[in-house]
């Protein structure tokens, strides 16, 4: 089946270390993207890439980095230079279109827990 | 930033009612869509209505769009206690290549 997977589902980080999140799609996509969620929160976007081999800064990118070298795959690393980490990580990713956005597929999220 | 605002933060109706979550924005779109999350999940697509369209059905939802007031509106008709979840409305700008989303209605339906 065609879909996004995010790993892994939980994860638990001591302070200073840095943390990988998994996301990969199979639905031939060019678009992918990182949100972050808070509690009752809205998502804010962190990194998206629109092709490979490119990606640009979201809005709360401070701390993060990503890398795009094959289209199925967009890893987000949380560096010990976020500070405050713990939030449900989203990846998405969608058809990149001719005239705006088009409907966002999403996985099913990854819970970051700094202890 | 964020584009869209929900109204209501929260909405609890009896199994059967009808609900209708309304969202705000600021700048001009190309689209606007919407999505629902269930708890502890990933978000789900809804509808998609573009600046060019005023109302767009999909099942028991109805969407409504109204670009000079920069307002939607989602009608959830008929609600089924699975409809149970947070549903955020999400904008695509002129001149991004991203969603914006907003914070969320809690739609709470009673049995």
């Known amino acids: 089946d065609g879909g996004i997977t995010q790993s892994p589902k939980y994860l638990f980080r001591k302070e200073g270390q840095n943390v990988t999140l998994s996301c990969e799609q199979n639905l031939n996509h060019d678009a992918m993207y990182w949100y972050r969620q808070d509690p009752g929160q809205g998502l804010r976007l962190i990194y998206y890439s629109q092709i490979v081999n490119d990606f640009q800064k979201g809005d709360i990118a401070e701390g993060y980095s990503v890398s795009r070298e094959k289209k199925e795959s967009f890893p987000l690393t949380v560096t010990s230079a976020q500070k405050n980490p713990t939030a449900f990580y989203l990846c998405?990713?969608?058809?990149?279109?001719?005239?705006?956005?088009?409907?966002?597929?999403f996985g099913e999220g990854s819970r970051l827990t700094v202890l | 930033s964020q584009q869209g605002e929900e109204d209501p933060q929260a909405l609890s109706i009896q199994e059967g009612e009808n609900a209708t979550m309304n969202c705000s924005y600021k700048?001009?779109?190309?689209?606007l869509q919407w999505y629902r999350q269930n708890s502890g999940r990933g978000l789900v697509h809804l509808i998609l209505?573009?600046?060019?369209?005023r109302e767009k059905h999909s099942g028991r939802l109805r969407v409504t769009l109204d670009t000079s007031k920069k307002s939607s509106s989602l009608l959830i008709t008929a609600s089924r206690a699975a409809d149970t979840a947070s549903y955020f409305c999400?904008?695509?700008?002129?001149?991004?290549?991203?969603?914006?989303f907003g914070t969320g209605t809690r739609l709470t339906i009673i049995p």
């Open positions: 700048t001009s779109i190309n689209n």
């Open positions: 998405a990713s969608s058809i990149r279109g001719i005239g705006g956005t088009g409907e966002l597929f």
């Open positions: 209505i573009r600046s060019n369209e």
């Open positions: 999400a904008t695509d700008n002129f001149g991004n290549e991203k969603l914006t």
